[in-house]
């Protein structure tokens, strides 16, 4: 997307050059919203993808190996990326304080779900929150930057205000599914009892076992809400 700039932009780029989000090389001249390089190689997940989770499948199946064997408490969901192909960029975009990112990476969101928001008849976005602790120490939560950047663009609104963190957990990396599932237990509470929406969408940064949004669905239903699918930036394992 072109866009016209003055002398205030030009001396603010020359100052603080526009960077790539997924390379984090400069862009000259403001040429895009990602390098040239990036572009032609950062492709968004496309082909046969599992019917429960999103994720991409090598042959055409209905569902990948993991809902297979596992039952999921959500719906249903998608991601944009393959983890994999943008980990560099996300892993700045959600401890290295690159909180910029969130405008390109929403866009990227917004445009996926488009046609799936009217298909789920999602009512809202509900981003899953961190410890505020966490929150502190960032200085922000990707996943409802995110969230904020898709509601700009699809009209959907965010609530933050249904569920919050209890405590803070331990990282999930490193950890195995069953150890997850503990891990996640109680790691959510509702904020709000009688909410009166029927279908959301979770937003998250990464999907990678679906057991943080399994474990986010099961508080939202506490809270009423029949209808939960999750949307995530990028999926695959380990982050
Ligand atoms: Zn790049
Ligand atoms: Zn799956």
Redo the contacts with the bound molecule.
Sequence with gaps: MKKKYGIAETILDLAFPPR?P??D?IIPFRAGD??G??LKQIKPISGPVCMKCGKPLEEEDEYCFDCRTKKHLYKQGISVFKYRDIAPSVYRFKYEGRQEYAVFFGRCMAWKLERRIKQWGAEALVPVPVHPSRKRQRGYNQAELLAKEISVRTGVPVRCDIVARRKKTTPQKGLDDRQRQNNLKKAFKILKNDVKLSTIVIIDDIYTTGSTVDAMTATLRMAGIKNIYYAALAIGRGQ
């Design positions: 790539c997924i390379c090389h990602i390098c390089g990036c």
